[in-house]
């Protein structure tokens, strides 16, 4: 039982690549996050999915895109990216209902240079 | 959408001292608030949550209380010891799905 596993761990790109962060978990949870971790700012709220089939913007979408591609996964695709987009990412999964703890995974740490 | 905002942003405090971290949100529709706890370089873990049909509730040394009038919810560490020095999180949800962090709290517990 790995959690939720994210890929990659680290990565460096430079302005204007594209890539996917990847997430899975096996905890079969309905509802996937993506964050990003700045200093001083926390966890941001990128884009959620509440369901298997849904997407829903969070706080900061710009930039961003997302898909749940099955209950299992869900991915983070930066389509040109900027140097504002260095940050720490995480993934996080909960189990369907209000008062249920969310699951992070390790993070992946991303450079734009 | 949700907005939670935390204080202080640091907390310095001596070991066996007390830690007292507030938040406070705007949404009176969020109805569970969990606070997680991350060690450098690490995923941030739940280590306490309350329901919003409760006003405290405590873990050992840790506790949480709601004031859902007031719309703030507080976390209390006592007896402080070193490996209580993180950050530490408070947030929100609303509508059983949107989960919304606040900024953080930096303890650093001073033996």
């Known amino acids: 039982n790995a959690g939720v596993t994210q890929t990659p761990k680290f990565q460096v790109l430079k302005t204007g690549q594209s890539m996917t962060l990847q997430c899975a978990q096996d905890?079969?949870?309905?509802?996937m996050y993506w964050y990003r971790q700045d200093p001083g700012m926390g966890l941001r709220l990128i884009y959620y999915?509440?369901?298997?089939?849904?997407?829903d913007k969070g706080e900061v979408p710009n930039g961003y895109n997302v898909s749940r591609l099955n209950k299992r996964e869900f991915s983070l695709r930066l389509e040109s990216a900027a140097p504002s987009q260095t940050s720490v990412y995480f993934c996080a999964s909960r189990r369907q209902g209000a008062a249920t703890e969310a699951f992070f995974g390790q993070g992946t740490r991303l450079t734009v240079v | 959408g949700e907005n939670v905002e935390q204080h202080p942003s640091t907390l310095s405090v001596q070991e066996g001292d007390s830690a007292v971290i507030k938040c406070t949100y705007s949404d009176s529709a969020s109805n569970y608030f969990p606070w997680y706890k991350q060690e450098l370089g690490k995923r941030p873990q739940l280590i306490i949550d309350i329901r919003s049909n409760v006003g405290e509730k405590k873990d050992q040394r840790i506790a949480v209380t709601l004031n859902k009038t007031a719309k703030h919810f507080s976390l209390h560490i006592t007896e402080t010891q070193p490996e209580d020095s993180a950050v530490y999180f408070c947030?929100?949800?609303?509508?059983?799905?949107?989960?919304?962090f606040g900024a953080g709290t930096t303890v650093t517990v001073r033996a």
């Open positions: 947030a929100a949800i609303k509508n059983d799905y949107k989960l919304s």
């Open positions: 999915s509440a369901s298997e089939g849904t997407t």
């Open positions: 905890m079969n949870h309905n509802s």
